[in-house]
């Protein structure tokens, strides 16, 4: 079973930046994709990023298309979201975890596992 930790989340003004850290451990790292989604307050968990086991391929939705960047350091077992010109839209609980399997990659939440407690990101206008 994974286990992963979020951090960098704060309070930012809209037009500012923010760069998002994950901490992973309890499985083979570099064997994983992994994403980032977000959940608003009073809506569903949704896609923001992913990145490949070996970080070749990266998606991102529509909505922080040119905005955010995933990438991930496999020596560290970190994964980040650089995330630039932030909007009050962006507001949310933002969370990483695992793809459910090895070598694999979707966009999908429920395909993947080992969430953990989020980083609150706060966008004011």
């Known amino acids: 079973q994974g286990h992963v930790v979020e951090s960098g989340g704060g309070l930012v003004q809209a037009g500012g930046s923010l760069r998002l850290s994950c901490a992973a451990s309890g499985r083979t790292f570099s064997n994983y994709a992994m994403g980032w989604f977000r959940q608003a307050r009073g809506k569903e968990r949704e896609f923001v990023a992913c990145i490949s086991w070996n970080g070749a391929y990266t998606s991102v939705a529509d909505s922080v298309k040119g905005r955010f960047t995933i990438s991930r350091d496999n020596a560290e077992n970190m994964v980040y979201l650089q995330m630039n010109s932030l909007k009050p839209s962006d507001t949310a609980v933002y969370y990483c975890?695992?793809?459910?399997?090895?070598?694999?990659?979707?966009?999908?939440?429920?395909?993947?596992?080992?969430w953990g407690q989020g980083t609150q990101v706060t966008v004011s206008s």
């Open positions: 975890a695992y793809y459910q399997s090895p070598f694999g990659i979707a966009t999908v939440v429920n395909e993947y596992d080992s």
